[in-house]
């Protein structure tokens, strides 16, 4: 079967990229309303993209047009956290995209726990496994939706205690959620180990 991207909607390239684009992580994220609300939710078009300095990207959609509230706290203050969620928090991580005024605070709806920040003003949840305090770096937009892709550098990890051993996340124990297409989530499956693959000097 053969699809032409150019008699796709977006709507319909939305559920397609979103199908084939999986397991995808997802940044759980908590911003500042302009009146001081803790705003928080989900966003699974996730990456990082530099190591040094830490850098994280989110894409971020419109709904009717308007820019989500995440969206726009950021760039209005420059400041959020972005959470990874463990399968205990699954159902709060789902409950959190639903929809709410700018002043209501879905961290307060969830009855979630937040902890004040080192570096920022943003509060992070006490809840979540790991957490990253980050600085709005650059807002791209893309496409006919004007999809905003907005990356932030992380000036401070909080992660729980017992996950990192010898510099490395303990993946089995981090137990972290996916998003599939929908709402539709995944867990880890089995783990497979490979031999490193040695490069050959010229
Ligand atoms: C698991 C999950 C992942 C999501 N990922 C994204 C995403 O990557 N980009 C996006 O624009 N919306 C995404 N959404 C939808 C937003 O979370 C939803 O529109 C939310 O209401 C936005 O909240 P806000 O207006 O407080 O920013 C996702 C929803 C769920 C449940």
Redesign the pocket.
């Known amino acids: 079967m053969k699809i032409d991207p150019a008699e796709l909607g977006a709507e319909k390239a939305y559920r397609l990229l979103t199908g084939i684009v999986v397991p995808?992580p997802?940044a759980w994220?908590t911003?500042l309303s302009p009146g001081g609300a803790v705003?928080?939710?989900?966003?699974?078009?996730?990456t990082f993209v530099s190591p040094k300095p830490p850098m994280l990207a989110?894409?971020?959609?419109r709904?009717a047009g308007v820019y989500?509230?995440?969206?726009r706290?950021i760039l209005a203050r420059e400041e959020y956290v972005i959470h990874i969620a463990d399968s205990p928090l699954l159902s709060a991580?789902?409950d959190?995209?639903?929809?709410?005024p700018?002043e209501v605070s879905?961290v307060d709806m969830l009855g979630l726990e937040t902890i004040a920040s080192d570096h920022i003003a943003v509060p992070r949840l006490a809840a979540a496994p790991i957490a990253m305090e980050c600085r709005f770096r650059q807002c791209l937009e893309f496409g006919e939706t004007r999809?905003r892709l907005i990356v932030g550098e992380v000036v401070a990890f909080h992660i729980r205690d017992g996950l990192l051993v010898n510099d490395k996340i303990e993946t089995e124990s981090l137990d972290p959620i996916a998003?599939i297409a929908g709402?539709r989530?995944a867990r880890l499956g089995e783990i497979v180990t490979l031999k490193p693959v040695f490069q050959t000097s010229k």
Do not use: C, M, Q
Request: proline fraction near 9%; avoid cysteine; hydrophobic fraction near 35%.
């Open positions: 995808r997802i994220v911003s705003n928080l939710a989900p966003f699974s078009a996730f989110i894409s971020v959609g709904k989500k509230d995440t969206a706290n991580v789902h959190s995209s639903a929809e709410h700018p879905e999809s998003r709402p989530y």
